[in-house]
């Protein structure tokens, strides 16, 4: 079930929700402590791990960077600006985001981002939209900010985002459950008109790497494609780990793979698996599922 592919140039980013809230399927009761956040970034340093995702909305994250990583590992950051979600962006919310921007900064110990994506593309395309991102630009022209661009989660978003406004990078969902994005050759179209995708949610909030018996009750109706998913990747000698990694990474288009860390084990079982999946490709098509109650969590309700 794996096909021989050229080894694939997408790059392993570490995701940072996890240092400042309780997140994901499993959702710890606090977020990772100061001690092994440290251990964390040391070893995704060590890994070859050159780019840390965190956000404005992500709890301390962004200060847990600042005070444990910056002085001796210069990684690239990509943050996130603070989420306004009304229909209407006035003045007083530019504001708002520009003054939590520079709260970013601060905290990060940092003069400038790689990349400030917008965190909630509705703001971008409600009434003011323009306003907003033209004030991002300007943290462009002053240095602060490299690049500027979105996060989205269904690709009728991404679409009506990009044709207003001229975005250079994107962060959306991919994994063997939730292909929309790579349907067409939407991802290598990105790529070739100089676009940078970012990709989140590889391994559906842990849901893929979760055994039979481990799945909890209100997400039942996944069983079906799990299995299908596991037995495509015993047969093609693979962890569930493993696949869903290669299948991301060898998607064509995709630059940056975002995994969320929150135990050190973790990172040191991705990162070996990582290398390995960029080797190969994982045919997955048939995988795909359309049902937004198993793909999009955001709908999972305990």
């Known amino acids: 079930m794996i096909h021989a592919n050229a080894i694939s140039t997408a790059e392993l980013a570490l995701g940072t929700a996890q240092f400042?809230?309780?997140?994901?399927?499993?959702?710890?009761?606090?977020?990772?402590?100061?001690?092994d956040i440290a251990a964390i970034l040391a070893t995704a340093w060590e890994g070859g791990i050159r780019c840390l995702d965190t956000a404005a909305a992500y709890g301390n994250s962004e200060r847990s960077i600042g005070a444990l990583s910056r002085g001796e590992r210069p990684f690239a950051i990509v943050t996130k600006t603070l989420p306004i979600g009304r229909a209407r962006i006035v003045a007083e919310d530019v504001a708002k985001v520009l003054a939590r921007f520079a709260v970013s900064l601060r905290d990060l110990a940092a003069p400038k981002v790689d990349t400030l994506l917008v965190h909630n593309a509705g703001d971008l395309l409600a009434e003011g939209g323009q306003a907003l991102f033209d004030a991002l630009g300007e943290l462009v022209a002053q240095g602060r900010v490299a690049r500027l661009g979105v996060s989205v989660y269904d690709p009728e978003t991404l679409d009506r985002v990009l044709d207003r406004f001229p975005i250079g990078v994107v962060q959306l969902p991919l994994n063997v459950f939730d292909q929309r994005f790579a349907a067409n050759g939407r991802l290598a179209a990105l790529a070739t008109n100089r676009v940078e995708v970012h990709v989140r949610s590889v391994f559906l909030q842990g849901l893929l790497l979760r055994p039979a018996d481990a799945v909890p009750a209100h997400l039942a109706h996944a069983a079906p494609a799990l299995a299908r998913f596991r037995a495509r990747a015993q047969d093609a000698g693979l962890t569930p780990q493993a696949a869903a990694l290669s299948f991301a990474a060898n998607t064509p288009g995709v630059a940056k793979l975002v995994v969320g860390i929150d135990r050190i084990d973790s990172l040191r079982a991705n990162l070996p698996a990582f290398a390995a999946a960029k080797k190969t490709g994982l045919r997955a098509d048939d995988l795909a599922v359309s049902d937004p109650s198993l793909i999009d969590p955001r709908q999972w309700k305990e």
């Open 20 to 35: 400042g809230l309780s997140y994901g399927l499993s959702k710890a009761a606090t977020p990772v402590a100061d001690d």
